[in-house]
């Protein structure tokens, strides 16, 4: 009889004892924070390379200003305006007849004197034996020889007077001395030019090929020729329009300064680029992406994955048991909103990008990839 009353006893403590280990659980269970999202991206070494856009202005490889070399009177325009001209085009007519005259007479006086030579030499080469023979004195002989050379003097000078003048006669035609575009014609028909004018007839610049010229701090001009001597290929330069956009075209680095500004500490950087259809004119601004430097194997982390404490980087890496662990990094250059990682990270590890504001040490995550805020609105545009 005692024994039947146990029975009910012990199935209530029994029931007890469970009701509170119940409780325990679920409280522990309530306790356990959840794993906090993020999105991670695994490092990779690739190939970057550090550039610097820079302002500049167009500037023509050669450019000449056309003048009048004597005085006249315009007659004919020859070219048109904005046109592609070659070295020796005719582009102005002067006036020649003034200068046809001059020709003319300056012709004239050489015949002249070549007649006065030729007679003074006969003269000469008539008293010679007469002299030998004592049948003239030695002072007529001796005047006549000067005649002779006088009489072939004035023959030179008037080889060079005649030369002079037909040379002026030439240059009544005005001729293009390089090739290029040529601008707007500064004179017209009828005006009365002559070589001390202070506006030329015409300019002319040649385009097919424009320097780009650049400020560049003196400190870094160095390394980019550093880069010049090495192994590497080439450095190019990128052209860039005024709204920084590429205009794909490209140019080599001269090195053309050699003076550095005192008060800025820049030197003059001059970019030579190939420019066949005329895009790039003078006093044109455009940008000039310059290299700076080159890494075959670098690793970067985006920007939003750096914090700072204290002045020091840091980036959260998840370890071997999926938990996030703070890490101090050495930056470098940051390009395309990208820090390029000097040190405190390798190859392979996982880098916590999105989410960071929530993580603490040994945080445990729920990680998924991430995905570039490009790649998230392509597939978002293909989606809808």
Known sequence: MCIKQRHPGILLAGLAVLVLAGCDSAQQAEEAPAPVRVSVMILEASELSVSEDLPGRVAAVRSAEIRAQIGGIVQHRLFEQGAEIEAGDLLFQINPAPFEAEVDSAAAALQRAEAVLARARVQADRLTPLMRAEAVSRQVYDDAVALRDQAAADVAQAKATLARRRLDLEFA?????????????????????????????????????????????????????????????????????????????????????????????????????????????????????????????????????????????????????????????????????????????????????????????????????????????????VAR
């Not at 500490?265 to 430097?293: C, E, K, S, T």
């Not at 390798?346 to 504001?357: M, N, T």
């Open 173 to 381: 035609s005005v001729e293009a001395p390089i090739a290029g575009r040529i601008d707007q014609a500064l004179v017209s028909e009828g005006a009365l030019v002559s070589p001390t004018d202070a506006t030329p007839m015409a300019r002319i610049q040649q385009i097919d090929q424009v320097y780009v010229d650049v400020r560049q701090s003196a400190s870094v001009l160095e390394t980019l020729r550093q880069q010049v001597r090495s192994d590497r290929p080439e450095l190019t330069v990128e052209i860039l329009g005024s709204n920084g956009k590429p205009m794909g075209m490209q140019g080599r680095i001269l090195f053309s300064g050699i003076e550095v500004d005192a008060g800025t500490g820049d030197v003059l950087l001059r970019v030579l680029v190939d420019n066949p259809q005329r895009r790039l004119l003078p006093g044109l601004y455009v940008q000039a992406r310059i290299p700076r430097a080159h890494y075959a194997d670098a690793l970067s982390v985006p920007q939003q994955a750096v914090t700072r404490t204290a002045g020091q980087a840091r980036v959260w890496v998840l370890d071997a048991h999926g938990q996030a662990q703070p890490v101090a990094i050495e930056l470098g250059e940051l390009v395309a909103r990208r820090y390029r990682v000097v040190s405190g990270l390798s190859a392979g590890q996982q880098v916590v990008i999105e989410g960071i504001e929530r993580l603490s040490p040994d945080a445990q995550v729920a990680a998924r990839p991430w995905q570039p805020a490009a790649a998230r609105e392509q597939l978002s545009a």
